[in-house]
């Protein structure tokens, strides 16, 4: 065990729950997990070591941003993601902790429909938030990332969708790292009830090189019968931020939940990406591409568990390696006892570009059940140089070359992103990471 | 239109450390259709192979030049973009790229930055050479040469050099896989780029494509080496009799590269 230095001790959270007018039932949540994370072990994502990691040393809990007045106002690679338009609804910008922009539609108010920032949400929505935060999607104790979530969750948003209640545009969360002592604990619900359909897009989006950043950012969607949630998100933190990320979502009953994840980030990163189908005949699909670059280190755990009978589960992942980078890319399709019928895909490809990154892929079936069927395709490999002379014989140049091998490479996934406005976003940040 | 030259004298090239060619001289002007006969592992790829530039050849001895500009200096890519074209026998796939990308990044890579070519124009330049080359207008959007039939992947490599326009072509094999149709549709692209500013270097160890397209000059290659050359009659001859002759003219026992 490592010994942990806190930066933060009690009080601060005692202090942070007080500024907010926190809910009693959420310091008691805080405190409760801050003096179990002490003793809980890391997380052990399958083939990385990250007990040296740094997930505690961060600059400054709650840094005290100005709120970006306008749309006007936002940083210029928010505006690439939110547009320039000021009327743009059912955006929510974050700046560090601190809520700045929340825009929401006439027409999904008078719905019912909720979303709002995480502070908002505790005080205005509290009995809904207690229901659902960190009780039956992913839970406080279950190592010590998340319960130092638990305890020092400082943003995020609350998105609830009715029953019956159809969006059809996209609702977005732009989350703006722009102070270098700023940390991030972003916590994101999201429930859509009975025959409900949303689509949700989040940004993180680094402006500064910090020298040790943290953030810590956890995710629930919770689909309810029948309900269809598609979850989109890109990350973009910088080099020095060590990122947990964990997004995990249950499914009821011929729920459906597609993710489309971009992982652009450019520091050390461990992601979780879960999905429980619990409801008979329920699906999920996750859709990754990541390219990574530099020295950083990132693991990759994207899971489907099924429960429910006639449960379909599909994960296609595909990531470039640049540089020295090192990326794990762990599968795992779990198919419990009882859930006959069920299909369990995965696919995962890594292609490396330099001597020196590195990357491995494990596809992982876990079967309790005979009547069902499972398969997954996986390859790790370095760029085949008779594509690079192929392409060079015809007067591209390898610089020009290789960048349509990585883009070729990572097609099949964007290509297929259910979300046209994250598509769009990663070829553009794919575009620029490629050439960094 | 300037006419080129490709100068090609005493080249000796190696693959594994292994001597395949030991001393081609060959030289092909603008206006000029060249065909390369010979058997099978006498070295005729490995020459088209070192003329492009292709990473597992390496050219002990000798020199390529175009336009007197020495060819082994060059980059691939720098090769191309001197006007130097290799229709690949074995075409690679590239998943995720579109034959219209692809394409489209050939031109632009022989534009100035800022002085792309206009996808109304790319487009209506491509459709109109896959008409010629009767390929389906869904080919475009295909990727790469992926699951390409082999007659689809050689219609492709045709369609490249119509788009490029090279001043110095090279056809590694491009008739082989084809049945009679695809042949002839081959051979109408090709004819129609002759022209004064075009040369071409056509590898074959069939007359069949010969039959399509008329060679000003025909050369044999045996044990590495250009051994005899002559005008379209050789061409005739080796279909009608074989390669035997040669062989016992020159006292040749075993044709290929030992």
């Known amino acids: 065990m490592t010994e942990t230095k806190w930066l933060v001790d009690e009080s601060v959270i005692r202090d942070f729950s007080a500024t907010n007018n926190e809910p009693e039932w959420l310091l008691n949540t805080r405190l409760d997990a801050f003096n179990k994370a002490e003793e809980l072990p890391l997380p052990k994502p399958d083939k990385t070591k990250i007990d040296k990691w740094n997930f505690t040393q961060f600059g400054i809990h709650n840094v005290n941003s100005t709120p970006y007045a306008s749309i006007a106002d936002l940083p210029e690679k928010a505006k690439v993601v939110v547009g320039e338009d000021n009327t743009v609804q059912n955006v929510y910008v974050q700046r560090n902790g601190v809520p700045s922009i929340l825009n929401i539609s006439a027409e999904l108010k008078e719905a019912g429909v909720i979303f709002t920032d995480f502070e908002t949400a505790v005080k205005e929505h509290s009995d809904l938030v207690q229901k659902y935060f960190m009780t039956q999607v992913v839970k406080a104790d279950e190592h010590k990332l998340t319960a130092l979530h638990a305890a020092l969750v400082n943003g995020g948003v609350f998105l609830y969708v009715p029953k019956n209640v159809e969006i059809k545009e996209p609702v977005q969360a732009v989350f703006i790292q722009d102070d270098k002592n700023a940390a991030i604990f972003n916590h994101v619900i999201v429930v859509a009830e009975a025959n409900s359909s949303v689509t949700y897009v989040e940004n993180y989006i680094s402006t500064v090189e910090t020298e040790a950043g943290v953030a810590n950012i956890v995710t629930e969607v919770i689909a309810g019968d029948n309900a269809r949630v598609s979850y989109g998100a890109v990350d973009t933190l910088a080099e020095n931020v060590t990122v947990y990320v964990n997004r995990r979502g249950v499914t009821a009953p011929h729920a459906h939940i597609e993710w489309s994840l971009g992982s652009m980030n450019d520091g050390d990163t461990v992601s979780e990406n879960v999905t429980n189908l619990i409801g008979d005949g329920s699906y999920a699909d996750t859709k990754m591409v990541v390219v990574g670059s530099g020295k950083q280190s990132m693991n990759f755990t994207t899971k489907v568990v099924h429960f429910g009978k006639h449960t379909e589960g599909y994960i296609l992942k595909h990531g470039v390696m640049k540089d020295e980078a090192k990326a794990i890319f762990n599968g795992i399709g779990k198919i419990e006892h009882g859930a006959s019928k069920s299909n369990a895909e995965q696919e995962s490809r890594i292609l490396m570009l330099s001597e020196k990154a590195r990357g491995d892929a494990n596809p992982i079936l876990l079967i309790d059940e005979d009547d069902v069927t499972a398969g997954h395709a996986a390859s790790v490999g370095r760029v085949d140089p008779l594509q690079l002379y192929y392409l060079m014989s015809r007067g591209i140049t390898k610089r020009e070359a290789e960048r349509l091998v990585i883009h070729g490479f990572l097609a099949p996934v964007v290509n297929k992103l259910p979300i046209e406005n994250v598509k769009k976003q990663l070829k553009g940040i794919i575009e620029g990471k490629v050439r960094q | ?258």
């Open chain 2, 1 to 258: 239109m300037s006419q080129s030259t490709l100068t090609v004298k005493d080249l000796h090239v190696s693959i594994d450390g292994k001597e395949i060619l030991k001393g081609v001289n060959l030289e092909i002007k603008g206006g000029e259709f060249h065909a390369v006969m010979g058997p099978n592992g006498t070295g005729k790829s490995t020459l088209s192979s070192a003329i492009m530039g292709h990473p597992k050849y390496e050219v002990t001895q000798g020199t390529i030049t175009l336009d007197g500009e020495d060819v082994l200096e060059m980059e691939v890519d720098e090769r191309a973009r001197a006007g130097l074209f290799l229709g690949m026998q074995y075409p690679s796939e590239i998943t995720g790229v579109t034959n219209a990308e692809f394409l489209r990044s050939a031109v632009n890579a022989r534009r100035e930055e800022g002085d792309e070519i206009s996808l109304m124009k790319f487009i209506r330049q491509m459709d109109s050479n896959m008409d010629v080359l009767e390929m389906d207008q869904d080919m475009a959007q295909r990727y790469l040469n992926e699951g390409f039939s082999g007659g689809e992947k050689k219609r492709n490599e045709i369609l490249q050099l119509m788009t490029i326009k090279p001043k110095i072509a090279i056809l590694d094999e491009i008739d082989s896989g084809l049945d009679i149709d695809a042949l002839k549709v081959v051979s109408k692209g090709i004819n129609q780029m002759r022209d004064e500013s075009f040369g071409c270097l056509i590898i074959t160890h069939y007359q069949r494509l010969l039959d399509y397209i008329t060679p000003d000059h025909v050369h044999v290659m045996m044990q590495g080496r250009v051994v005899k050359s002559g005008g379209p009659e050789l061409a005739q001859r080796l279909e009608a009799e074989g390669y035997d002759w040669i062989k016992q003219e020159l006292g040749i026992e075993d044709e290929t590269v030992q």
